[in-house]
């Protein structure tokens, strides 16, 4: 086993904390992912992607680096791969789904503050993610209030950031403003990378992007089928693990895993039984390590078939056009795919729950639960409206409003056994 202390040290890591979350991560992995029964052989790709994600991955950045290539950061799916792929540079999404470094992160951030933001600094703090260290810059959004603030206090620990401002309606004012921001990355872009965007670069990146969206599709259309050929547990994984690796390898080997899938599916294989409650989540993303709401789930005897989330459907169902032209012109297709991004922070979102209802009905969902993050205005606001209104329309919804704390499991537990138990009935 290659011992990759060294790599981590030279990263400036906390070594000591580092080893206690690669344990702590490495024993929650076994227990809710490995544990799991009749899963997809083509998982074994992402579990050893997983066993391999402080090393190998890191390891391979690390080369990438010396050879001259850039890691580019980012915390969220309004940060475009394509124009960062096009400049030679590696798109990386940082984790942003576990509590670290609690105490120091409480003396920098309001306590009420979404678990998300303070784990982009519970990391960044804590010094234990080598993927943020071995960022050459990282890029963050003025989406809601608690990003677009918290960046002014994130950046002052990581030297090279560059912020996205972001439109809060989809009018051709916002469409206008994304644009000349997307064209503001693409120069800071060519500023860090030495490189220039070209339109033949841009194209090509579009495309190994659409490839890997095109993947993901496939996976998200093949869990319409009865039993569900894959766990919630796995397919959220499957997306986590999107957000970090190569994207060609991980197209071709979530290919592999659909042609496996498809094949269950046309046997009538699952993972679950035929009879086993279905359901869609929606709300907030679960970035790696958070698995907390879908593993209470799926061991109270239910299957999420859908995620409409950023680390889900939100943002790769929408592939952008291949259709070509100037870079000027292929920054504006990429602005059109980009804004039918239905997050919370825009107003209004309509399309939102649209989706919702859509995937709920074509995965035969028995129910949704809406998941959101405590003090997480975006969603929880639009929470309400969309438990009543699915409600109305006979799709019983439940609403849970959490963190990445323990505490709340047992109460969790209960509320989701009863709702499970509620979908059987
Ligand atoms: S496009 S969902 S990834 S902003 S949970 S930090 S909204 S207070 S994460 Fe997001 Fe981009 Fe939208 Fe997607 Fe704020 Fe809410 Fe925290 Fe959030």
């Not at 010396?66 to 124009?83: D, H, M, N």
């Not at 070209?198 to 095109?214: D, G, H, P, Q």
């Not at 997306?239 to 046309?266: G, I, K, M």
Request: hydrophobic fraction near 40%; include cysteine.
């Amino acid at each position: 086993m290659t011992d990759y202390t060294p790599m981590w040290r030279s990263l400036g890591l906390d070594l000591k904390a580092h080893d206690a979350l690669l344990s702590y991560l490495g024993g929650v992995y076994g227990d809710l992912f490995l544990a799991q029964k009749n899963r997809p052989r083509g998982m074994g790709y992402f579990d050893f992607v997983m066993s391999e994600v402080h090393g190998l991955r890191i390891k391979e950045l690390m080369d990438a680096k010396a050879a001259g290539r850039k890691v580019i950061g980012s915390y969220c799916t309004f940060v475009p791969e394509e124009l960062i792929l096009a400049l030679d540079g590696i798109s990386i999404g940082l984790c942003t789904g576990g509590e670290w470094a609690t105490d120091q992160v409480d003396q920098i951030l309001p306590r009420n503050t979404c678990a998300l933001i303070k784990s982009a600094f519970g990391f960044k703090l804590g010094k234990v993610c080598p993927y943020v260290e071995a960022c050459d810059l990282v890029v963050g959004e003025n989406t809601c209030d608690g990003k677009k603030k918290a960046y002014e206090l994130l950046k002052t620990y990581i030297p090279s950031f560059h912020v996205i401002d972001m439109p809060q309606m989809k009018s051709d004012a916002g469409k206008a403003l994304l644009h000349a921001e997307y064209a503001r990355f693409a120069g800071k872009l060519e500023e860090i990378t030495g490189q220039t965007l070209t339109s033949e670069k841009l194209a090509a990146a579009i495309a190994t992007v659409n490839a890997k969206r095109r993947a993901l599709k496939r996976l998200a259309a093949v869990r319409a089928a009865t039993p569900a050929p894959i766990s919630g547990l796995d397919a959220l994984l499957i997306s986590q693990v999107s957000f970090y690796d190569d994207p060609v390898r991980f197209t071709s080997s979530l290919d592999a895993l659909c042609d496996e899938l498809e094949e269950r599916a046309r046997r009538g294989e699952g993972a679950v039984s035929a009879d086993c409650p279905r359901i869609v989540m929606s709300g907030c993303p679960m970035a790696v390590p958070n698995w907390k709401v879908p593993a209470i789930v799926e061991a109270a005897g239910a299957v999420i078939v859908a995620e409409e989330s950023c680390v889900g459907e939100r943002s790769t169902r929408f592939l952008a056009s291949e259709e070509g032209g100037t870079v000027e012109t292929m920054i504006g297709q990429l602005v059109e795919r980009y804004l039918q991004i239905d997050c919370a922070v825009f107003t209004p979102n309509p399309t939102r729950l649209d989706y919702v209802r859509t995937v709920t009905g074509q995965r035969k969902a028995d129910g949704v639960i809406h998941y959101a993050l405590q003090f997480c205005h975006p969603y929880q606001i639009e929470a309400g409206p969309m438990v009543s209104a699915l409600e109305d329309e006979a799709i019983p919804t439940l609403r849970i409003d959490t963190d990445y704390g323990q505490e709340d499991i047992g109460q969790i537990r209960t509320r989701v056994e009863a709702f499970v138990e509620r979908l059987k009935a």
